[in-house]
């Protein structure tokens, strides 16, 4: 509506008849529009308020810029440059989103549409904060953490920022999060959630004594991926989106290996030597694959998930599901404690001999913040040697021995391939065009005054 204002043609085409005093002037082209802005206003006054019929007033003019004008802007220049991640464009919404929720409930701003950057209070910011800190989340159960609401006020902060560097908009979020408790330095990850563990043994024999209907007892085709899934991730410490990430060309030295391209750090670029149990469930896999090209997924039964179609995502939120059913009544375990049992583990062979494993091998194999320390350490052929040796350890003796009685005595009961891809998915109907609401003229006596900016 405000372009078409700033658009509009002050050329008369028409006479008009002012029905009150018989008057008959000139009619242009911004007439017309001022009218159907008044019949907006009158609308949104009706529907929202007065408050929200001012603000539209504001916005159709020119003399306020909304924010989802802004956010769209902003967006469409991170996307177009290629700055942000799809899954991290999707965060950014999701937060604007929870802003919108809190503008409408307790500032009576109905939308983004209607709210301006600068009504965006810090007293208002801050109000938002405080609401977040007391939102339970649907998927915990429990309050957010600081965390969460810290990336979501940097979200929104750098929207601000960047409308500030355009025009002369105040950025209400710095500071806000100045009372929460802050990250420990050096938790790059779940490693550090102190709220989840490792699995205990006999959590872990019965994970690995799941058979394909326990998995999937539908009889999807998830059976295979989640029992491959569980051994590869304790035998190898890695993350879901590592593991569901590989390619079959990141399957090295003839099985004896793999490849992580790259993960959450810098340093999850890495090569992890596989033990004999690892390597069994690698030639099988690799085995009941229709195409096992170098770029090729190593995963293809896992449909890529989310933004970034990461298979990782939907790898763990399967296991969590199956998980449930399989391992009734566990808490503060999900797919990442398979790492914390890996580390633990390495952590004991350690302990029984340090000349086997060290504190800068496990760095090194768990993708860690401070590996260049190790390859200072290890000349290349020591260090890859000593890898393979921690990783062999592990499997002998640095798991329980139920655990690894499990893994041998399962080693054949892999369950049979369902599917080497997923099922296609059917996309949802077009909704049905909207039809444009054509406002009529009318003359009303309460019209507000249309000064276009």
Sequence with gaps: MRERLANASDVPYALEEDPRTGEVAPWTQRQDVEDEVRDEWRTVRAEAGPKAASQYIKLATGTGRSIAEARDAWLAMLTANGERKAQTIAGYKA???LLEGYLRGHAQLPSLAVATLDEVTRERAHGFVAWRLETVSPRTGKKITAATAKRELSSLSGLWRWAGRQANVANPWPDQTADMPARRRGAADDDEDETKRPYTPAELVTLLRATGADWAPNGGGYGPA????VRLALLTGCRANELAGLRCGDVLDGG????IRGGKTANAKRVIPLSPPAQRVIKARLASLASAGTEDPLWPDVPPWGADGRRGKLLSTRFGKARGRVLSGSRGVDFHSFRRS?????RDVMNADPRTCNEA????????????LATRIYAPGALERDKRRAMDALAKSGLDALVR?????????????????????????????????????????????????
């Design 95 to 97: 937060a604007l989103g």
């Design 226 to 229: 989640l029992w491959d899934a």
């Design 342 to 346: 890996f580390a633990a583990g390495l």
């Design 361 to 372: 091998l496990i760095t090194v194999l768990m993708g860690h913040a401070g590996q260049t």
């Design 256 to 259: 004896k290996a793999i490849r």
């Design 405 to 453: 009685n499990a893994l041998a005595e399962t080693a054949d009961a892999r369950p049979s391939i369902v599917r080497v891809a997923p099922v296609a998915r059917k996309a949802p109907p077009d909704p049905p065009p909207r039809q444009a609401r054509q406002p009529a003229r009318r003359s009303r006596p309460d019209r507000p005054s249309i000064t276009s900016g």
